[in-house]
């Protein structure tokens, strides 16, 4: 499967975005889906991941009431609505799909398939 990340963008803090995850080749309905953050010299790390219908989510304790991430499986996307970003919100973030097991997780080596990333930049 191919994960095509967009939506990123340069936005004031205080402003909101909203990613998309655009999938080609097979259906996302039977993976759980994540988004992942990654700043300049930091590690990457976990933001929210969503069950195979939606019915549950996880987010990272920083983005937690700011991020909604939702699915589509009809149209085959995932979304993250960032809202009150802020400049620590700031990285390249990344759509990841994890095939076995309707289990979230926040680890990235539990995830199969990922996009090429879209940035998001939050100025002060």
């Known amino acids: 499967v191919q994960l095509q990340a967009s939506g990123g963008g340069l936005v004031q803090a205080g402003g909101s975005l909203r990613l998309s995850c655009a999938a080609s080749g097979r259906t996302l309905s039977n993976y759980v889906m994540g988004w992942f953050r990654q700043a300049p010299g930091k590690e990457r790390e976990f933001v929210a991941a969503?069950?195979?219908?939606?019915?549950?989510?996880s987010y990272a304790d920083p983005v937690k009431g700011r991020f909604t991430i939702s699915r589509d499986n009809a149209k085959n996307t995932v979304s993250l609505q960032m809202s009150s970003l802020k400049p620590d919100d700031t990285a390249v973030y990344y759509c990841?799909?994890?095939?076995?097991?309707?289990?979230?997780?926040?680890?990235?080596?539990?995830?199969?398939?990922w996009g090429q990333g879209t940035l998001v930049t939050v100025s002060s």
């Open positions: 990841a799909a994890k095939t076995t097991y309707n289990v979230l997780s926040s680890t990235p080596d539990r995830y199969d398939y």
């Open positions: 969503i069950s195979w219908k939606g019915s549950a989510t």
